[in-house]
């Protein structure tokens, strides 16, 4: 076997809720652990999903994903053949790994990110060189970052809004950082909540991508679009690189179930652009008490935020027990909050200030 797997420590998924209530005997629990859409998912993917034909249950699904690639080659205006689907993003990030990275490589990322970056790395047996994000701000520290390429750096990640800080680079700074980067390394954009910016009009790096071949653009359903359980994700590139990609993916990878969700999913903006609007103003009543609290955080652009908070663990365990599941595990000192209702945002900051009081 490869010798590298014996030393990666396993990714834990979210345990599934029900079993969490249960085995903390609770009545109601909110899991605002790991940013999924608290408003739910569009009553049109309901629809689309009961009017589907049964009898297709036999047949293997259309492995090239057809429809949903016209409808978001259209959308996004590129060609067709510079997308890439996987089964969610956590797909496309092994499936980019495996395709560039060698035993030896390097890749370089912003500490904290998203650490499945890192886990794939790490399977196909190259080394991880981390950057501290700013600070002061949670941003990348692009300058530093420079800095780490050698000859054997292969893929730069940046995850924007960054997972688990919230910030948001603007495209006119990833493109300045871009510029600076050799062109035979890959720059890899992860846009997995792009469509909670709300600080810029137009927050994506698409614009720009098909001016830089060696960058790549990710986005997924899990999120914004609430079908985290149909797994769905995708990148887009060049057509070269996309070929690459094409011929290692498994011909099957997308169900018609999740297919179809991710179509009727997208035909309704409205749904995306009310759950962004609920979001953005029960974020903003999170930065308003942090403020009051004079409790750091750093500015968020997703539907999480990220702060520091002496005793983590302390108030993770305080809040689960009064039924709101939180994110720790970055450090004993840092949390992650996904945005929820503003119902839950109410009682939520109620039960930490009884806390902070202490
Ligand atoms: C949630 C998340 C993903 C993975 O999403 P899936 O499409 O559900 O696999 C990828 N990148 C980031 C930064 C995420 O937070």
Excluded at 80 to 87: E, K, T
Excluded at 104 to 120: N, R, V
Excluded at 349 to 354: A, C, E, I, W
Aim: charged residues 20%; hydrophobic residues 40%.
């Amino acid at each position: 076997m490869k010798e590298q797997i014996k030393a990666i420590e396993n990714y834990i998924p979210e345990e599934p809720l029900a079993q969490v209530k249960k085995r903390l005997g609770l009545k109601k629990l909110i899991r605002l652990s790991a940013n999924e859409n608290p408003f739910g998912t569009s009553s049109k993917v309901k629809e689309a999903i009961l009017n589907w034909n049964f009898a297709e249950s036999n047949r293997y699904p259309d492995g090239d994903a057809s429809q949903l690639r016209q409808v978001i080659a259209a959308k996004l205006k590129v060609p067709s053949n510079h997308l890439v689907f996987g089964v969610g993003l956590d797909e496309i990030i092994m499936l980019l790994s495996h395709v560039f990275l060698e035993n030896g490589d390097e890749i370089i990322l912003t500490k904290p990110t998203f650490s499945e970056y890192a886990l794939h790395a790490q399977i196909e047996g190259a080394k991880v060189v981390e950057v501290p994000c700013n600070a002061k701000s949670g941003g990348h520290d692009f300058a530093g970052m420079l800095t780490k390429i050698t000859s054997k750096t292969k893929l730069i990640w940046l995850c924007n809004p960054n997972n688990p800080t919230g910030v948001y680079e603007r495209p006119s700074v990833i493109e300045n950082f871009i510029a600076h980067v050799p062109k035979d390394i890959l720059v890899i954009i992860d846009e997995a909540y792009i469509h909670y910016v709300t600080d810029v009009d137009s927050p994506s790096f698409l614009p720009l991508l098909s001016k830089y071949p060696n960058t790549i653009l990710m986005r997924t359903f899990s999120k914004v679009y609430g079908l985290a359980n149909y797994r769905v994700g995708y990148a887009v590139m060049s057509a070269k690189l996309a070929a690459y990609m094409q011929s290692v993916r498994l011909p099957y990878n997308l169900s018609a179930l999740s297919q179809i969700a991710a179509l009727a999913a997208l035909k309704d903006q409205k749904f995306v652009k009310k759950s962004v609007n609920k979001t953005q103003k029960e974020r903003k009543a999170w930065e308003t008490f942090f403020e009051s609290q004079g409790i750091k955080y750093f500015h968020s652009q997703a539907n999480f935020i990220f702060f520091k908070y002496p005793g983590a663990n302390k108030l993770a365990d305080f809040l689960l027990k009064n039924g709101y599941q939180i994110r720790r595990g970055f450090s004993d000192e840092w949390l992650r909050l996904t945005i929820g209702t503003t119902a839950d945002g109410g009682k939520l900051r109620t039960l930490f200030l009884t806390q902070i009081k202490k």
